[in-house]
């Protein structure tokens, strides 16, 4: 049974900086993808990041390429997005996921994590 257990959200001013993390198990870590979306008030859940763990590929939104950095610490089979310069307009529940493939559509993810909550005051 894949779990995903998610860490890091809080409350921070625009400009400044949050770590998510994503403990992960009942999988191969270092043969599968992991990604992150999010989900703001009102809005569809978007994939922001994904990173795939056989070849160290990663893939952004458009959002938030040079801002954010998506990492793998195999050793503790955790998923990071470090996120910098952050803007109001992060502020969402963040999610991890397990997509198994970056390529994979988002409507066919079955396993996610709880969300963990980020806000970004202006």
């Known amino acids: 049974e894949v779990q995903l257990v998610e860490s890091g959200g809080g409350f921070v001013q625009a400009g400044g900086s949050l770590t998510l993390s994503c403990a992960a198990s009942g999988f191969t870590f270092d043969e599968y993808a992991l990604a992150w979306f999010r989900q703001a008030p009102g809005k569809e859940r978007a994939g922001v990041a994904c990173?795939?763990?056989?070849?160290?590929?990663?893939y952004y939104a458009d959002a938030v390429k040079g801002r954010f950095t998506i990492s793998n610490d195999y050793a503790k089979r955790t998923v990071r997005l470090q996120m910098n310069g952050l803007k109001p307009e992060d502020t969402a529940t963040y999610y991890c996921?397990?997509?198994?493939?970056?390529?994979?559509?988002?409507?066919?993810?079955?396993?996610w994590g709880q969300g963990t909550a980020v806000t970004v005051s202006s």
């Open positions: 996921a397990f997509p198994g493939d970056c390529h994979s559509a988002p409507d066919t993810i079955r396993d």
């Open positions: 990173i795939d763990a056989t070849h160290g590929s990663t």
